[in-house]
């Protein structure tokens, strides 16, 4: 079954506008979770995580347990920020071996 | 300090044909994970090990063995190579040093014909 829920395939914002890249979950109990960014012809990278409560490059994410939803926004979308990202649970971060990603969000701003 | 290190780049075999996808990392990770990412399908666990000598299966683990002799290297073997192993495969690994943050290899591009 579908842990890890990221409606959207595809995303297209112009550049200044709010972007929100949805993530919905199904896990029990507490994950913790993951927001991974792949730009064009660069490895996958940690953007944020929900423990930290940091903003990485404008980019916040809140865990609403009531909504089982940790969503990716920031208020306005830079050209930079096209790239493909990956919200990623992981059920039991006392391993912390692997993580099991969603589908992924292509984020693509136009100027 | 190369960080995760994956060989080769790039690889075309045919049906039936066995091969071994490297990944090796200096930064003394315990976990490391094998990841093969497909249009549509984001990416998907294959197998994964929480230090030498320990390996599990992910959530598409057929047609793939791996091993973990050395806390370094985690090789990935295709065993009979099938098209639908077509893909493009990442090898990452994670520490509780980094808070599990995982750090990933640039990625091998495995073609199939």
């Known amino acids: 079954a579908q842990r890890v829920t990221q409606p959207e395939k595809l995303l297209s914002v112009f550049k200044g506008a709010p972007v929100e890249l949805k993530c919905n979950y199904s896990?029990?109990?507490?994950?913790?979770l993951f927001w991974y960014v792949q730009y064009s012809r660069q490895r996958l990278q940690l953007l944020l995580r929900h423990i930290s409560r940091e903003s990485i490059k404008g980019f916040t994410a809140d865990l609403n347990k009531g909504e089982t939803s940790f969503h990716l926004k920031k208020p306005f979308a830079q050209e930079e920020d096209s790239a493909m990202y990956y919200c990623a649970p992981n059920e039991n971060s006392n391993s912390g071996y692997a993580l099991n990603f969603g589908k992924g969000t292509s984020l693509l701003v136009t100027p | 300090n190369a960080g995760v290190t994956q060989t080769p780049k790039f690889q075309v075999l045919k049906t039936g044909q066995s091969m071994t996808l490297q990944c090796a990392q200096d930064m003394n990770h315990e976990y490391m994970s094998w990841y093969r990412q497909d249009p549509g399908m984001g990416l998907r666990l294959i197998h994964y090990s929480v230090g030498a000598g320990i390996t599990d299966q992910g959530e598409v683990p057929n047609g793939y063995n791996v091993s973990r002799s050395t806390t370094e290297d985690f090789p990935l073997r295709l065993l009979s190579a099938a098209p639908s192993q077509t893909s493009v495969y990442f090898c990452?690994?994670?520490?509780?040093?980094?808070?599990?943050?995982?750090?990933f290899g640039p990625g091998t591009r495995l073609t199939v014909t």
């Open positions: 896990y029990s109990g507490s994950p913790e």
């Open positions: 990452a690994s994670s520490s509780t040093a980094t808070s599990y943050e995982q750090y």
